[in-house]
């Protein structure tokens, strides 16, 4: 429980933040820079909007723009007491009801997904696996499961939706182009954390529900936990008025509160941890693993969670015992690096934050085994080679021509520097080479090499025949490294007395044959190289 200090301390805060009015006695038209003198305007009311002209606006644009069509230009002069000649300039300011602005639906977009997360549609009630870019509208409902999900609002806040939790996006209102929303959400269960975007005053709103308490926000930075019976928040930056409805009280920045639905208690309000002392890391890092030290407290555990920075994605969290992390296997990109300690009732404090780039770039494998131009008794010989940069994956490319354009075989990505071909090679001649990747995005391609894989080519087999007229197309089986194909045609099932015989590239031919009369059609895989070929089964062709 907070002393009383603290508690007097956050009382005398005032009431709720959002119930607060727009401008208070500041919220009158300025004088304007035209050559008329102003009527006399009123003050403006917690139901009024100010809004402050920008270069080049004029009344007429401000209307069309923010106001409902019902709503004409003249009827805000009326309102704001202007004369019907008077010229507004940049800076002044001009009354606006709140039932004057246009409002509509405004759908949010999930910015980044890790691992499997659902959505149920607010509309029919289906379950669907949630993906990036996916459109949140109201109704619709979050389950992350084991995986987790950044969603991005339509005025750029940003809320995270940690693994196991139960997200219902209860309204999700933009009005007009004035910037104002009005978002209202429910936790069910779970972890989320915030930015919200500082939200205007008058009827701009966010506000979070859970099963124990409500958390109105202005511009800030929080995070809030529920298990349904118990709702915990700690706030980073800004305030959040939060506690039981009708009961809130206003928690500032290095401030945590927790409300229990089972308790007549209230709530209890701490200060939270200060943030551990993190040590310098390089803010760009070209290699990994590199290690996160901080200076140990009395803290029973550290919280350290990663994200990255351009989608918010949920890269990493974790609870740790000790004084160090080691950060590996990150793709290219910029992160931020959130520690906080964790007290002894398992609620993180206020966290170090620490941005910092990835910068991996892949190097050229060097080529082991087997040397170039050497000749394999196996269809299935071992790759070799070595690494040269840092934290990398690599993997083997096999193909029958030195562009690599079609590729015969390759092996999985991984951090070794040996491998098998992902099938068996046909006898011919094959170029290998090796591909590593660093960072995701950076690749690097080593020189490829010869190699020839002895033994007998498989047969070519005639898989369709086609008749059109005199005139019959035969089509078969691709050999892989085969250079062209020999074909024979015969009268003779035995292919005694050989009637024509061909080179072709192709896998088809187009034979004229006699009506009636029977024929006999077989093909050879041809390659370069020492390589012995069979013929492949004979095939009847009969043309009526």
């Known amino acids: 429980m907070a002393n009383n200090g603290v508690t007097q301390f956050l009382l005398t805060l005032g009431a709720p933040l959002l119930l607060m009015t727009a401008l208070g006695t500041?919220?009158?038209?300025?004088?304007?820079?035209?050559?008329?003198?102003?009527?006399?305007?009123?003050?403006?009311?917690?139901?009024?909007?100010?809004?402050?002209?920008?270069?080049?606006?004029?009344?007429?644009?401000?209307?069309?723009?923010?106001?409902?069509?019902?709503?004409?230009?003249?009827?805000?002069?009326?309102?704001?007491?202007?004369?019907?000649?008077?010229?507004?300039?940049?800076?002044?300011?001009?009354?606006?009801?709140?039932?004057?602005?246009?409002?509509?639906?405004?759908?949010?977009?999930?910015?980044?997904?890790?691992?499997?997360?659902?959505?149920?549609?607010?509309?029919?009630?289906?379950?669907?696996?949630?993906?990036?870019?996916?459109?949140?509208?109201?109704g619709d409902e979050i389950l992350s499961g084991s995986g987790s999900a950044t969603v991005r609002l339509a005025d750029g806040s940003e809320i995270r939706i940690s693994p196991d939790s139960r997200l219902t996006f209860n309204r999700l209102t933009q009005f007009g182009k004035s910037g104002m929303a009005d978002t209202r959400l429910r936790l069910d269960h779970g972890e989320i954390h915030t930015r919200v975007k500082p939200v205007l005053d008058g009827g701009a709103r966010f506000e979070i529900?859970?099963?124990?308490?409500?958390?109105?926000?202005?511009?800030?930075?929080?995070?809030?936990?529920?298990?349904?019976?118990?709702?915990?928040?700690?706030?980073?930056?800004?305030?959040?008025?939060?506690?039981?409805?009708?009961?809130?009280?206003?928690?500032?920045?290095?401030?945590?509160?927790?409300?229990?639905?089972?308790?007549?208690?209230?709530?209890?309000?701490?200060?939270?941890?200060?943030?551990?002392?993190?040590?310098?890391?390089?803010?760009?890092?070209?290699?990994?693993?590199?290690?996160?030290?901080?200076?140990?407290?009395?803290?029973?555990?550290?919280?350290?969670?990663?994200?990255?920075?351009?989608?918010?994605?949920?890269v990493e969290s974790r609870e740790i015992r000790g004084n160090h992390h080691e950060l590996s296997m990150l793709d290219n990109g910029q992160y931020e690096i959130h520690l906080a300690s964790v007290g002894h009732d398992g609620v993180a404090g206020m966290p170090a934050v620490t941005p910092f780039e990835v910068d991996l770039q892949a190097q050229e494998a060097n080529?082991?085994?087997?040397?170039?131009?050497?000749?394999?008794?196996?269809?299935?010989?071992?790759?070799?080679?070595?690494?040269?940069?840092?934290?990398?994956?690599?993997?083997?490319?096999?193909?029958?021509?030195?562009?690599?354009?079609?590729?015969?075989?390759?092996?999985?990505?991984?951090?070794?520097?040996?491998?098998?071909?992902?099938?068996?090679?046909?006898?011919?001649?094959?170029?290998?080479?090796?591909?590593?990747e660093a960072g995701?995005?950076?690749?690097?391609?080593?020189?490829?090499?010869s190699l020839t894989v002895k033994g007998s080519l498989p047969p070519a087999r005639v898989i369709s025949v086609n008749y059109l007229d005199s005139q019959v197309r035969v089509f078969w089986e691709q050999v892989a490294t085969a250079k062209e194909y020999l074909l024979q045609l015969s009268e003779e099932p035995d292919f005694d007395n050989v009637i024509k015989e061909t080179t072709l590239a192709d896998t088809s031919a187009a034979l004229r044959l006699i009506p009636g009369r029977r024929y006999f059609v077989r093909l050879k895989a041809l390659s370069e190289g020492p390589f012995s070929s069979r013929w492949g089964p004979g095939r009847e062709l009969y043309l009526e």
Request: neutral net charge; without cysteine; glycine residues 8%.
């Open 26 to 138: 500041q919220a009158e038209l300025s004088v304007t820079q035209g050559s008329e003198q102003q009527g006399t305007s009123q003050p403006a009311t917690s139901s009024d909007w100010m809004y402050t002209l920008r270069s080049g606006d004029s009344l007429s644009q401000v209307a069309s723009e923010l106001l409902t069509p019902n709503i004409s230009v003249a009827r805000l002069r009326e309102y704001n007491k202007l004369s019907e000649g008077m010229v507004l300039a940049e800076g002044d300011r001009v009354r606006i009801p709140l039932s004057w602005l246009k409002w509509q639906p405004e759908p949010a977009r999930i910015a980044s997904v890790s691992g499997v997360v659902q959505i149920i549609s607010g509309s029919d009630g289906r379950k669907q696996t949630l993906t990036r870019d996916t459109l949140i509208r109201v």
């Open 440 to 449: 995701g995005n950076s690749v690097a391609v080593s020189k490829p090499r």
């Open 367 to 436: 080529l082991v085994t087997p040397n170039d131009g050497a000749a394999a008794n196996d269809d299935m010989p071992e790759f070799e080679w070595s690494l040269n940069g840092h934290n990398e994956v690599a993997r083997i490319e096999i193909a029958a021509d030195q562009s690599f354009n079609h590729l015969i075989a390759t092996s999985e990505w991984a951090p070794e520097t040996s491998a098998l071909p992902s099938r068996p090679l046909n006898p011919g001649q094959y170029y290998w080479r090796v591909v590593t």
């Open 209 to 314: 529900e859970t099963p124990s308490a409500v958390a109105a926000v202005r511009g800030t930075v929080f995070a809030i936990q529920t298990s349904g019976q118990k709702t915990s928040l700690q706030v980073s930056h800004g305030a959040v008025d939060f506690g039981q409805p009708g009961k809130t009280q206003r928690i500032p920045a290095g401030y945590g509160a927790t409300v229990s639905a089972s308790t007549t208690s209230g709530m209890s309000i701490r200060r939270l941890p200060p943030a551990p002392e993190t040590r310098p890391l390089p803010s760009r890092l070209t290699r990994l693993p590199a290690t996160l030290e901080w200076s140990n407290s009395q803290a029973p555990a550290y919280r350290l969670d990663i994200f990255a920075a351009d989608d918010g994605r949920w």
